[in-house]
């Protein structure tokens, strides 16, 4: 998956193996291009792409008990026994504890069935001391891999997109799982990471942490886009629709009330008003919402409405940028 330096000399070939997806494909490069005749680079090339192949068909005998940890993982009978997961991690050669961590990829459905070979090269960078990797029934692909592995994924994760640029590779990676009864949990929140992924990158390769989803806006951006848009519509009323001037204002005044703590003087300060027109503004926006603004579980429904308003995109972006403030900062004074 890495690439050669940009302007490297020497001769490249192409190993050729059809049963390996562009993410898994080797290339033979010789520096000193002029060490080897080109026949010989090319037989060498084709004995290369025999192994590979020779190497993907074990894999695919293998992934079989993989593929049924997943569907193992993902059943939702609620007489699911943690003795059954033991079983099939033990069938997919894992150890009977962990850490273990999960990961769940996707290409999209333009691309569905490349996210395993992905993983599978992700994993060979990554040299873990263990590692599963096979199919969800939804299409997706997912991994097992051990606890010390995770530290490198985030780092490997571009150049392994990279074989294929135009295609946006997203993943998920759960938090550790103790146990083997604990995996199916990890594979859901692997799976909400991976939505996260989807909808704040939708057009680029992103891994998403579930253990950097520690902020309500962050947590959000797992939920689906149809599924915001609805709730925000429900909670904020004639609000939704910022295009009328008036509407546009009792937005804005909202927004920096709830950013203020809901401090009246706060608030006119920051806005350059009255505090009367503060008042004023917020007991439109308490009666067309239906929300009391003095209590904070309203205040909390209000600003989770906002903030499924906003494109997850942005929403990923300004947390990245975020910086933490102190309970004795100036911004938190009354």
Known sequence: ??????????????????????????????????????????????????????????RAAGREAADALGRLLTDPAPDRESGDAATAVRLCGLPAAGPYRVIVADTGARHAGLADGALTELIAHTTPAFSAVGHLPDGSAFAVVPEEAAADLAGTWPLVAGCEPDIPLHGGLAAPAGEPAGLPGALAEARYALSSARETRPARSFLADATHLTTLDTLLTGIPAEVRTAYSRTVLGPLFDSANASTAALLNTLEVFLAHDGSWARTAEALHLHVNTVHYRIQRIEHFTGRDLSRLRDRLDVWAALLCRADPQDTAAATTARPARSSTSPARRP
């Open 1 to 58: 998956a890495a690439a050669l330096p940009a302007g490297a000399g020497g001769a490249t070939v192409p190993v050729e193996a059809d049963a390996v997806g562009p993410y898994e494909r080797w290339w033979l490069h010789l520096p000193d291009g002029a060490a080897a005749p080109p026949r010989l680079l090319h037989e060498i090339a084709a004995f290369l792409g025999r192994c590979q192949e020779t190497l993907a068909h074990r």
